[in-house]
Each structure stands twice: as structure tokens, then as C-alpha cells.
């Protein structure tokens, strides 16, 4: 490798993204190039299926000097892509981003701007999003409840687009939580945080990797990750049915003792004990959640296991 240190890294994970990573060449490289300072562009492949790999190989050769590839021998996520991105980046800023086009790279110097400010936080706030409705209100709701039973404060916490110093992406390096969300631990870690608005665009081709689902968990990890308070919540929750339970409880004996036994309010007790239990289960996969956390931890796996490195110096560095 070039003993040269570039100011500025780039780290972009990619995952079955054939149909946009020419594109994203073609404008990301003389984005790059404009701005007149040394940078790298460190893409992690991870474990795409498609030929996303090969095209990452062919940009390496036409632009070594640039270019980084970390090559994942399977898919191990996102998180874990970028993880691995800021470990091989070199760069004083390193700038994260997604390969699908929604986050122009035009504006990467914009990021750049803050940084040279002194800020070693740089958030962005998507303007205009081109994302489904469904997605623009579920990122809503989950901010406000994010804010409310966490520290984090993040006002976008989905753009992927996001500034680092050098000395917040070591502090992340130093992580050893197995369940990551890199935004939000940034902002903590950051003694200069700020946030910016920035361009969206819709996905150039391909479809989101991100379902219903995988959005719940990751938003599951992040609340779980940064606070207790959904068990302290559910403590009390627990609390306040149990002295209700106790004066339903009351209530019916003294009917009984009173009035005689009565049948007309099976189906009402039947009603109150369907919601209880679900209550219950409820509790239950939340405490899950943490002892998930717990598992995984303690288990100690690596994130991600590293196939191959693209250098500049024209080898494979296998690991």
C-alpha cells in the first residue's frame, strides 16, 4: 500500500449491486476528484451473490491509487460491512455512504466542509426523501420513541450518509459490542457533533435490502442497545395490572358473596385474561431481547470473517 495517508475515506458497503455500481463510478470518482484533496474509496463487498464483486475487481484495476476493496467470504450485514470499512480506512474524514444512489455523492464535500470546520460529527438530514410512505412514517414514529427512552439524538437516524473524524471512528474501532448501531454511538462519541440537510434521490435500480422486518429489528437494537428503560416500563406496567387484577379479583368476590354466583361475565373475564396474557408474552420477548444481547456477546464471534483485500500494490492480501 501507498505509505501516503489520504485525507479523506470513503467507505461504501455493497451488496448485489451490479445494476448500479457503474453509475456510481461514473459520478462518485469525479465528485471525489473535484474536491482536489487525497482520498480512497474503501468498498466492502458483502458476499453478494451477483457479479458485484467481479465490478469491484475491474474498478480496482482502472483506479488502484483510489480504491480499496474488502472482499467478505458471505453476507454478515450492513453494520458489519461498514465496521470493517472503518477498520481498513486510512483517512483523517471518513465519510460513509450507500452504493444504491440515494445519497448523491456530489455532496460529499459539503460533509468534507463541515469537517474542515472542526466538527468531528457530521449527521445529515434526508430533504425531500423519495422513500415509500410507509417508510417516511415509520422513521418518524421511531425517532420520537427513540428520543424519549434513549440518549441518542439523531435527527435522520436512516440516512447512511454521515462524517467522522479520525478520532470517533477509532473510538468505534474500540467497540466490542457485538450489536452495533454506528450513528448513534458516533453521536455519543463525539465532542463537536452537527447535522446538515442533504440531497435524496430514488434508488437508481435494484430494490431496498431492508424489508418491514429487518427495519423492526434493527430499531429494536437500538432502543435494547442504549436503554433499560423498556423493561422499567414494563415493570410498571406489570405493577398497575397486578393491583388492578387484585381489585378485579375483590370486586368479584365480594359479588359472589353478596349477589351469589353469576355467569353473565364469563366472556368479560375470558377478555381480561386474553389481554393479560398478552401482556405477559409481550414481557416476555422484550426480556428475550436483552438476553439475546447477552448471548450474543458473550459468545464472543467475529462480526465478519475477510476473504480477501484489493491493494494498490496489485496483490490480493488474503486474511
Not at 76 to 82: E, T
Not at 85 to 96: D, F, H, N
Not at 111 to 117: C, F, S, T
Request: one cysteine or more; hydrophobic letters at 45%; proline letters at 4%.
Amino acid at each position: 500500500m501507498s505509505s501516503r495517508t489520504p485525507k479523506l475515506s470513503v467507505v461504501i458497503p455493497v451488496y448485489n449491486e451490479e445494476a448500479v455500481l457503474p453509475t456510481l463510478f461514473a459520478r462518485l470518482y469525479p465528485a471525489l476528484d473535484a474536491l482536489q484533496i487525497a482520498y480512497e474509496c474503501v468498498f466492502v463487498n458483502d458476499g453478494s451473490r451477483d457479479r458485484s464483486a467481479a465490478l469491484l475487481r475491474d474498478q480496482f484495476s482502472r483506479r488502484p491509487r483510489e480504491t480499496r476493496v474488502v472482499l467478505f467470504h458471505a453476507n454478515f450485514g450492513q453494520h458489519s460491512a461498514v465496521m470493517a470499512g472503518l477498520a481498513y480506512a486510512r483517512g483523517e474524514y471518513i465519510v460513509t455512504m450507500d452504493a444504491d444512489l440515494q445519497n448523491p455523492p456530489e455532496e460529499l464535500g459539503r460533509i468534507v466542509a463541515k469537517l474542515d470546520e472542526g466538527y468531528d460529527y457530521v449527521g445529515t438530514i434526508r430533504q425531500q426523501r423519495q422513500d415509500v410512505l410507509w417508510r417516511r412514517v415509520l422513521s418518524r414514529a421511531i425517532n420520537r420513541l427513540r428520543e424519549w427512552i434513549t440518549p441518542v439524538r439523531i435527527t435522520d437516524q436512516g440516512c447512511m450518509m454521515r462524517g467522522y473524524s479520525r478520532s470517533v471512528v477509532h473510538a468505534l474501532n474500540e467497540t466490542r459490542e457485538v450489536n452495533t448501531f454506528i450513528p448513534a454511538l458516533a453521536s455519543l462519541y463525539a465532542l463537536r457533533p452537527v447535522e446538515i440537510p442533504i440531497a435524496h434521490e430514488e434508488r437508481f435500480a435494484g430494490a431496498s435490502k431492508y424489508s418491514l422486518y429487518s427495519l423492526i429489528r434493527l430499531n429494536f437494537d437500538l432502543i435494547t442497545g442504549f436503554s433499560v428503560v423498556p423493561l422499567q416500563l414494563f415493570s410498571m406496567i406489570g405493577m398497575a395490572i397486578s393491583l388492578l387484577s387484585a381489585l378485579l379479583v375483590l370486586y368479584l368476590a365480594l359479588q359472589r358473596l353478596f349477589l351469589g354466583p353469576q355467569v353473565e361475565g364469563v366472556f368479560t373475564l375470558f377478555g381480561i385474561l386474553f389481554f393479560l396474557v398478552g401482556i405477559a408474552l409481550f414481557g416476555i420477548g422484550l426480556l428475550g431481547e436483552y438476553v439475546g444481547r447477552i448471548y450474543a456477546q458473550v459468545r464472543e464471534r467475529p462480526r465478519y470473517i475477510v476473504q480477501a483485500v484489493l491493494e494498490s500494490d496489485g496483490e490480493d492480501s488474503q486474511a
